[in-house]
Nanobody, 121 residues
Framework: QVQLVESGGGSVQPGGSLKLSCAPS??????????WGWYRQAPGKERESVAT???????NYSDSVKGRFTISRDIASRTVYLEMNDLKPEDTAIYYC?????????????WGQGTQVTVSS
């Protein structure tokens, strides 16, 4: 069973930076992801898309993070990253990574367990 393991969350002051990582729990060459994404959920709010990227390296961002966050992926390790700069208190949330992975049974979406990002002075 594939699991996505996130790391890199923490607490930072406004204007600071963090870099999140999300790697599969299985041998990378055993899976074939076609896309990756980062979502976040703040207290009392619905989960929202932050950024997505596909195998062709096409990335999309929500308006709230455009110009501050950068999503990237490493095909060999099947790892996705989210570099977050100029963080604001409103970026405080649990961040989840997701990946759409192809198998002989078709495509399935997998989610990480979430990592907390807190931006506060």
């Amino acid at each position: 069973q594939v699991q996505l393991v996130e790391s890199g969350g923490g607490s930072v002051q406004p204007g600071g930076s963090l870099k999140l990582s999300c790697a599969p729990s299985v041998r990378p060459s055993s899976i074939y992801p076609v896309s990756w994404g980062w979502y976040r959920q703040a207290p009392g709010k619905e989960r929202e898309s932050v950024a997505t990227i596909d195998r062709s390296n096409t990335a999309n961002y929500s308006d709230s993070v455009k110009g501050r966050f950068t999503i990237s992926r490493d095909i060999a390790s099947r790892t996705v990253y989210l570099e977050m700069n100029d963080l604001k208190p409103e970026d405080t949330a649990i961040y989840y990574c997701t990946s759409r992975i192809m198998s002989s049974q078709g495509a399935s979406n997998y989610w990480g367990q979430g990592t907390q990002v807190t931006v506060s002075s």
